[in-house]
Structures are given as C-alpha cells and as structure tokens.
C-alpha cells in the first residue's frame, strides 16, 4: 500500500518561495503519477499539476502556471512543488496523491487520485 507524506510548508510572506516534498512513507513511488493539490478554506480541493512516471507533466490550473513547478527525483523517490511569487491567495492545504491501480499516468480528474499525503500548510500573508 503507497502511503505519501508531504512536508516544506509554512508561513511566507508574498513574492516569496517554498518548495514542498512528496515522499513514500510506504509502498513505492517510483511506477506512480504524482499529482498537487490543494484546498483553502471553505473551497473544494484543487487540482494544480502531476508528473507521470514517464515524467511528462500535465498542469490543471491556470492560476499557478508560470509560478508552480512540479519535479521528480527518482534517485531520492521525491516529487517536489516549487512554488515561486507566491500570493495571499495561495494559502491553502497543499496535498500530494496518486492515482489507483495502474496509476502511472496523470488524471484531471480528482477522483481518480486515492493515495493521499496527509497534507501541509502553505500560508502566504504579510
């Protein structure tokens, strides 16, 4: 069973970087999609962006693009997000997830994901 643990969250101030992680605590990464997410208060979780495990990349947000960038690193089986100009409006949940069975590719729909990190917070306020 592919259990995921994010971490680099926390409190930045606008314009600022973080750079989260997406690790296997169990399991195996390494023939899984990966994909970030994300949920702020009182709005539904949102899909931002997934590397496939043939590292193509498919990006689901409009309002990251240009700013967020997903990566792999096999060698240290870690998925990361960079996350550069950051906005107040940024502050959310940040999750990390893989999809199902057979699950190297990306999906755009959330449902597909069902191994989830337990998330990390990102706060961007001045």
């Known amino acids: 069973q592919l259990q995921l643990v994010e971490s680099g969250g926390g409190l930045v101030r606008p314009g600022d970087s973080l750079r989260l992680s997406c690790a296997a605590s169990?399991?195996?990464?390494?023939?899984?999609?990966i994909g970030w997410f994300r949920q702020a208060p009182g709005k539904e979780r949102e899909g931002l962006t997934c590397?496939?495990?043939?590292?193509?990349?498919?990006s689901y947000s409009d309002s990251v693009k240009g700013r967020f960038t997903i990566s792999r690193d096999n060698a240290k089986k870690t998925v990361y997000l960079q996350m550069n100009s950051l906005k107040p409006e940024d502050t959310a949940i940040y999750y990390c997830?893989?999809?199902?069975?057979?699950?190297?590719?990306?999906?755009?729909?959330?449902?597909?994901?069902?191994?989830w990190g337990q998330g990390t917070q990102v706060t961007v306020s001045s």
């Open positions: 997830a893989a999809p199902g069975p057979s699950g190297y590719d990306c999906y755009e729909n959330i449902d597909d994901y069902v191994h």
């Open positions: 590397i496939s495990s043939f590292n193509t990349i498919a």
């Open positions: 169990e399991g195996t990464m390494d023939y899984y999609a």
